[in-house]
């Protein structure tokens, strides 16, 4: 009997949550998940932890598992997750995979890419950079030196920034040129389910979750990890921009708004990365989910 892994895929607040435990339920089965900001513990509000119901509703695995004083890489986590795949197969051939994280989900789909070691002075020197306020002076460096890379990874990110630049700066190469090279053989077949939505549509969603956020006590949540803000857990959107409020550069106003706009950037960048798949099955995200269930049950039995 084959092994499906199903992978839930779509932008950021689109409704892969929901989905993801329909379709656990449905094939009684659990759930793998690969956001990369929901692996650690000490961040619930900011990054969208499901809900105590929600994960009660379906075994959930790599959620808040992590502290943010881990190191804890994607390299690690394909490792992680391919362990726990081994463990969850025996007992049911089909796995639902969920997550934002487009990097963390091809690293268990198809492998995790191979980079040249580069002098560790670039990257020194780039941290200098981000801590004199030169993120933007970086960003429309990358998008000269790799235009793919600009257009693809979180550059609001600095650390995801500073790892495209040193490869491009310590190779002489674009930081996308080394990645998909080999396809390393799974034992699963890989089934993808993309949600979609108009993108105003997609943006007001992200706005009142934003606001939802906000009331449910992100700026408590945000000020009890201020102390730890150069930790790489915390490059994240949601808490940097509220880390400048309390440092006195902005009013918690344009802090929020700065939220909802670099959300909004990273759906958008979400949408860049899943258009160059062709292998994923588009759906509405207002699609009734038998209609989701009987496709995959089709493909399955075409396999």
Known sequence: MNNYLITVIGATAIGKTALSIQLANHFNTEIISCDSRQFFKEMTIGTAVPSSEELAAAPHHFIQNKSIFDNYSVGQFEKDAHKKLAELFPKNNIIIMVGGSGLYTNAVLEGFDDFPEVNSEIRKKLNKQIENGELEILQNQLKELDPESYNTIEIENPHRL??????????????????????????????????????????????????????????????????????????????????????????????????????????????????????????DFETNPLEIINKIETIIHLE
């Open 162 to 283: 500073i790892r495209a630049l040193e490869i491009c700066i310590g190779t002489g190469n674009p930081y996308s040129s080394f990645k998909n090279k080999d396809k390393i053989k799974r034992n699963f077949i890989s089934i993808k389910i993309g949600l979609t939505a108009d993108r105003e549509v997609m943006y007001a969603r992200i706005n009142k979750r934003v606001d939802l956020m906000l009331k449910e006590g992100l700026l408590a949540e945000a000020k009890k990890l201020y102390p730890h803000k150069q930790l790489n857990a915390l490059q994240t959107v949601g808490y940097r921009e509220l880390f400048e409020y309390f440092d006195g550069k902005c009013t918690l106003e344009f802090a929020v708004e700065e939220i909802k706009k670099n959300t909004r950037r990273f759906a958008k960048r979400q949408v860049t990365w899943n258009k160059k798949d062709a292998t994923i099955h588009w759906f």
